[in-house]
């Protein structure tokens, strides 16, 4: 009777949804259970094992076929050597399929608003109750196993198990942009880009796990900037910050990646709190190490994993955000179109038709000069761009043009002037017409001149003869 009255005492599971509290008392004939639940959700109570409350044997075991887990976990607390918890009762019942608990239930209670539904159980035993649907994008509401009535000092008739936050079924893991759900997004270098990381809360207050761990790492042209924030998600969606508790690889403007854990001696107090997620938020920043988006991209990952009760950690939840941005070139070149390799030709971006406000970003600060014929102007955002020529190779003349052009969402340049690869604006030496000496020209000018000496000449002495009269 001593380990029998130990054993039922180990195996009242505490698990349940929060505020959905799962009090039961022994009446005089039989005993009643009372379920706390709330509209959308169905309750199943199935009876897994008979007890007979005058010697305190278990009899009756449900298992599924080819299986004695349930019988197992119940009958491990004779030994007197195993203190026999209700995580192994709970994993045993969490087991059974369909077909076993298939004319096992005692009552199905369908929620249509939060309240309380009573259950009337005949016999003494252990009792699996299974919340077999719920809202969808809810929280999952956690089973329960208990037994009836159950020992503590004494018998008692009446328990009431506290709220307690359960997990998800199937722990995930996003990562958005602070402004916008979208895998991509355009910036030009030097902007701060707000991001956020969320993972589920894994595990129970009664199976907790023993590690949640979020890991962000940045590619070469994404750095952490500041205002790095923890908080944790309710079941509503209120958030509360997180200021201790966790551990963090506290990163510094300019570091590439950063490390949130929740450790095992961490994790149950996110229970307590009734917190469905974690949300971390931060602020990054586009460097001029950008790569533009021709090639891969800035891509920023969040991985995501947790150890389970059994200290087993999860494959990794991969996330990802990119960050385009994009360039063009302006190549300068001769009359015939040939590219002026051996001599720099300067240009300037400016963000006006009229040439007067030279655009600036963290990596073009004003005039780019041409290496190997060639201008690059990078870091930029899908919009309108002018250019112009402000520095001459030597020998050559200033093109006086000022070139408008677009760059695309997809990151394609079109306007006056830009080739048929889409990204280089060509331009040309312009052409001066000088007239040749001792040419046609020349001799025009000459007889020109001639003449209008002899007109003077003839006029000064017609003036002087009259001013003599």
């Not at 995930?172 to 990381?197: H, Q, S």
Request: aromatic share 10%; charged share 20%.
């Amino acid at each position: 009777m001593k380990t029998t009255k130990r054993l039922i005492s180990i195996v009242l599971a505490v698990l349940m949804l929060a505020v959905m509290a799962v009090p039961f008392t022994a009446g005089a004939v039989g005993y009643t259970l009372n379920i706390n639940g709330k509209s959308g959700f169905t309750a199943t109570v199935y009876k897994v094992a008979a007890m007979d409350p005058e010697t305190g044997e278990f009899s009756s075991f449900v298992d599924n076929t080819g299986s004695t887990a349930v019988e197992a976990a119940i009958k491990a607390g004779y030994t007197g050597a195993n203190d026999n918890t209700s995580a192994a009762l709970f994993q045993a019942v969490e087991g059974l399929t369909a077909a076993t608990l298939d004319g096992k239930s005692v009552q199905t209670v369908a929620f249509t608003s939060t309240k309380t539904e009573t259950v009337a159980l005949s016999d003494a035993g252990v009792y699996y109750v299974k919340w077999t649907t719920q809202p969808s994008g809810v929280t999952k509401a956690q089973s329960s196993v208990f037994a009836l009535p159950y020992y503590d000092n004494g018998w008692v008739n009446t328990v009431t198990i506290a709220d307690t936050k359960t997990a998800t079924d199937t722990p995930d893991a996003t990562k958005t942009f602070a402004t916008a759900d979208a895998a991509e997004k355009t910036a030009k270098v030097g902007d701060e880009i707000g991001f956020v990381l969320t993972g589920s809360v894994p595990g129970s207050a009664t199976l907790p796990a023993k590690e949640i761990k979020f890991v962000d790492t940045m590619t070469k042209g994404l750095s952490y900037k500041s205002g790095l924030k923890v908080y944790g998600v309710s079941e509503t969606g209120s958030e509360t910050e997180i200021t201790t508790g966790f551990t963090s690889s506290s990163p510094a403007a300019g570091d590439k990646t950063f490390t949130i854990t929740f450790a095992e001696t961490q994790t149950p107090a996110l229970y307590t709190a009734g917190y469905k997620n974690i949300k971390i938020t931060y602020t990054a920043q586009l460097t001029g190490d950008a790569v533009d988006y021709t090639t891969a991209g800035n891509v920023n990952t969040l991985t995501y994993t947790y150890k389970n009760n059994s200290g087993v950690e999860s494959d990794p939840i991969e996330k990802t955000r990119k960050v385009k941005t994009f360039q063009f070139k302006v190549e300068k070149t001769d009359t015939d179109g040939n590219v002026i390799t051996d001599k720099q030709a300067g240009f300037t971006v400016y963000t006006n038709r009229q040439a007067t406000t030279a655009y600036t970003n963290g990596k073009i600060t004003g005039e780019i000069k041409t290496t190997n014929g060639i201008a690059t102007f990078q870091g930029l955002e899908p919009g309108d761009y002018y250019v112009k020529e402000t520095s001459a190779p030597e020998g050559y003349a200033l093109n006086g043009h000022i070139f408008a052009i677009t760059i695309g969402a997809d990151g394609t340049v079109t306007g006056d002037g830009v080739k048929n690869d889409a990204l280089t604006l060509q331009v040309k030496d312009p052409k001066i017409i000088v007239p040749n000496t001792g040419g046609e020209g020349t001799m025009v000018f000459t007889i020109c001149g001639i003449a209008l000496i002899a007109g003077a000449a003839v006029l000064f002495v017609i003036y002087r003869k009259r001013t003599a009269k």
